[in-house]
């Protein structure tokens, strides 16, 4: 299918873009936009950040950009890539390459001039598809049919770019899971199948960001069923294992009835068990950040909600605990329930949800200073009389005033 000659879509009219590419597109340089903005454009859906390409090497992009008063940010200058910073706006600019070396993990590059070469060098058909500022489409490799018929499928040999590095089987699931239909491509899992063991050698932190990315596609069951029947869920992910991944499918319609936006982090926990020492290795093989693995390990020792339990109850149970694991807990249940056609318990625990949005957590009225100012002497009395009056304030629905519970030393 051929690729229509030139689109028009208002992200192409910043100025600022347009000024980044008139400023590369002179005096000899090249540039076009590359990767994601042209795929997602095409497809009509949004886009996330543009890229740009260029044949001018950073050095040179680096001078244009200060030249014209903007800023320049080396952002991996071994790698190509400077970003550009103008009116506000950011963009990644990155000299044309070709592989010289490759070891399945990191690429030895050169840069170069040759579009057809930098298009060779990139993983996925549809991702080596590029725009002219004036938004003419540049195909080299007949990408824009495969976009179409929604195929993510490898450039040149499947295999051959595995091998060159491993991190692309995990984005050949990504890319299925936001773009893909029916099923993958049989080349592509065939080779992902046999190749898999190479995963081990990547970095964590690699891992998880093509892991997190795909997981938080609008809906990632059908990748996740893919990677678990190649075995490369079991290598990335073994707590999965004996746990299962149906969960997920309760998971994407509860957020579609509800609203709720997607999780990576969610949906994570609906295909592991919630064990806290799992968890915790997870986390730590994984690499990830403080904030999820805490984020993880509460949520799993996090308990349901019992089947009956008062408003005031439920309150003083937020009030007690990680109110971030107890809404974790409670969708990851709402899920569940909406998976089951359990209408009564999923309506009971959206409703709860709805309560800890609007949830602030009180301040007991009645500090240390206080009960000194009442004639009690410094020393330990001070911190129980104060969990005993805590105690008081819960159980009253958080409505004793400070002169009730003051009444009460
Ligand atoms: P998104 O919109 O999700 O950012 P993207 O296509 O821009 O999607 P990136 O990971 O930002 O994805 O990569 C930008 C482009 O760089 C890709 O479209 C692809 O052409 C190329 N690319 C990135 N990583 C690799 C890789 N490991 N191997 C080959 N090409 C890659
Ligand atoms: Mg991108």
């Avoid at 009389?385 to 005033?401: D, N, P, Q, Y």
Wanted: aromatic letters at 6%; proline letters at 4%; a negative charge.
């Amino acid at each position: 299918m051929i690729a229509p000659a030139r689109i028009d879509q208002s992200w192409l009219h910043s100025p600022a873009l347009q000024e980044l590419l008139a400023l590369l597109n002179s005096d000899g340089g090249e540039a076009k936009i590359a990767g994601g903005a042209v795929r997602n454009s095409l497809l009509g859906e949004a886009i996330k950040d543009v890229d740009v390409a260029t044949t001018l090497i950073p050095a040179d992009v680096t001078m244009r950009l200060e030249e014209a008063g903007h800023r320049a940010i080396p952002t991996g200058i071994d790698h190509g890539t400077v970003t550009a910073l103008i009116d506000g706006e950011t963009f990644e600019v990155t000299t044309l390459r070709k592989d010289i070396d490759t070891d399945g993990r990191h690429a030895t590059v050169t840069f170069g001039t040759d579009w057809l070469e930098d298009a060779e060098r990139r993983d996925f058909t549809m991702n080596a598809l590029y725009l002219e500022a004036d938004g003419t489409v540049f195909d080299p490799l007949g990408g824009y049919g495969d976009l179409m018929a929604r195929n993510v499928i490898f450039i040149g040999m499947a295999e051959k770019r595995i091998e060159e590095d491993y991190l692309r089987i995990l984005r050949f699931f990504r890319f299925f899971a936001w773009y893909g239909t029916f099923r993958p491509d049989a080349k592509g899992l065939m080779a992902c199948t046999r190749l898999k063991d190479g995963l081990d050698d990547l970095s964590a932190e690699r891992i998880w960001q093509e892991l997190s990315r795909m997981l938080a596609a609008p809906d990632p069951s059908r990748a996740l069923l893919w990677m678990r029947q190649t075995g490369v869920l079991s290598k990335v992910l073994p707590e999965s294992e004996n746990w299962g991944i149906d969960a997920i499918h309760g998971l994407v319609e509860a957020e579609q009835e509800l609203g709720w936006d997607a999780d990576a982090v969610l949906r994570l926990m609906s295909i592991i068990a919630p064990m806290e020492d799992k968890v915790a290795g997870l986390a730590e093989r994984l690499k990830l950040s403080n904030k999820v693995r805490d984020r993880l390990i509460a949520w799993a020792g996090q308990e349901s909600l019992p089947k009956k339990q008062s408003k005031q109850e439920f309150d003083a149970m937020l009030y007690r605990s990680n109110v971030q694991a107890v809404s974790d807990r409670i969708r990851l249940d709402c899920a569940t329930a909406i998976g089951k056609n359990d209408e009564k318990r999923s309506t009971k625990l959206a409703k709860r949800l709805k309560r800890i949005a609007k949830w602030e957590r009180p301040e007991l009225p009645v500090r240390g200073q206080d009960l000194l100012d009442a004639g009690m002497k410094p020393g330990p009395q001070i911190a129980q009389t104060l969990t005993r009056l805590e105690e008081v304030w819960i159980a009253s629905g958080f409505k004793a005033s400070r002169e009730f519970l003051l009444a009460k030393v």
